[in-house]
């Protein structure tokens, strides 16, 4: 796996590198960090998205590089230009977005994956995919130390650094181990910038109208199952109305899983071109596997969905099918609905049929 990639970053000169729709930190942060060490080497290097950089990360070195996928000529040209197409942080042909997909979908360059989620696609040609891994900077990290670790350069570790912190909740989650540590320590002697740098422009740069939105997502906060399922609601309305953006609603999930005696939370948020519906748990709870039903994927403790359909067709259909997992999962531990999740959950059902 690493050795195969390693051999087609060696062996061609023109790359193209993609990642997600709505890019994280460690989406943009594994792109910048493989890009500028290619460069390093010599080769050519295009990388473009479905979308921008969000304004959180607009900071990081080397981001101005990365371009927009606009469906102009140039764009296009790029794209069939490319000898080799590597993704990153997503192993799904429709997480690249509708403009994005149809342009690796076509194009006849060799196909790398370089990811940590779960149940890969099959149309990559070489893939390097550790499930186990925090971040997929994490392996992007391992795979530039075998190529010459001295081409971990201030920026590269910058923008891994990046990407390690922001997938593991700033080293908060299951994922993270003693390695883990050892790799952030080793990318923060090699980086620009310092971790509390990192922290304030990842973390603390909201709008002044931020506080606005958090008040109303939380006034949607539902609790079902005894207290151990939670989810918001996030509308378009509510951005038109306390006059935020979308980044400003990144990490509101993390309040409901803030709740004591919470084991799942859910969030189901409105945008453009559907409804995403994310999943996050504590410990051995798989949330990954609702997600696959669903269409979606992701880790054990972190996933996702994306729906085409009325949020409240989504919510009720959700709901419905987790209603079937925590029944299961909590069954052993004397876990036992309520009265009034019965109800809630017969009215879900009969919503579905």
Known sequence: ???????????????????????????????????????????QVVMMNSDPVPPDLDWMPGVEDIR???????????VANAQVIVVVDTNALNRLGPGMSNQVANSQAKMVLIDHHTEPETWFDV???????????????????????????????TALYTA?????????????????????????????????EVYRNVYQSRSP???RLVSRVLDTFTLLHGGQLAYLQLLQRMFKDTDTRYDDAEGMIEWAMAVDGVQVALM???????????????????????????????HPNAAGAYFRMPLAEVTGR????????????????????????????????????
Not at 15 to 39: E, K, N, Y
Not at 68 to 78: E, H, K, R, T
Not at 270 to 296: H, N, P, Q
Request: with cysteine; charged share 20%; proline share 1%.
């Open 68 to 78: 927009q996928f606009d469906g102009l000529a140039a764009q296009i040209y790029a």
């Open 127 to 157: 893939s390097c995919v550790h499930e186990q891994a925090a971040a997929t900077g994490q392996i992007i990290y391992e795979l530039i130390g075998t190529l010459d670790e001295n081409l971990i350069r201030a920026d590269v570790a």
């Open 268 to 298: 189901f948020t409105e945008t453009k071109r559907g409804i995403k519906v994310s999943f996050r748990s504590k410990g051995e709870f798989a949330v990954d596997v609702w997600a696959r039903e669903l269409g979606g994927g992701g």
């Open 1 to 43: 796996m690493l050795r195969d990639v390693l051999e087609v970053l060696r062996g061609y000169n023109r790359f193209l590198i993609v990642t997600h729709m709505r890019p994280d930190g460690d989406a943009i942060g594994s792109q910048l960090a493989l890009g500028m060490v290619l460069r390093q080497l010599g080769k």
């Open 318 to 353: 959700v709901l419905a099918l987790a209603a079937k997992h925590m029944e299961s999962e909590f069954t052993e531990s004397g876990f036992i609905l309520s009265a009034e999740d019965e109800a809630y959950l017969s009215a879900l059902t009969s919503l579905q049929k």
């Open 164 to 196: 390690l912190t922001t997938d593991t909740g700033s080293y908060r989650f299951s994922t993270v181990t003693a390695e883990v540590h050892r790799i952030a320590a080793d990318l923060l002697s090699r980086g620009s910038m310092a971790a509390d």
């Open 209 to 211: 109208t931020w506080p």
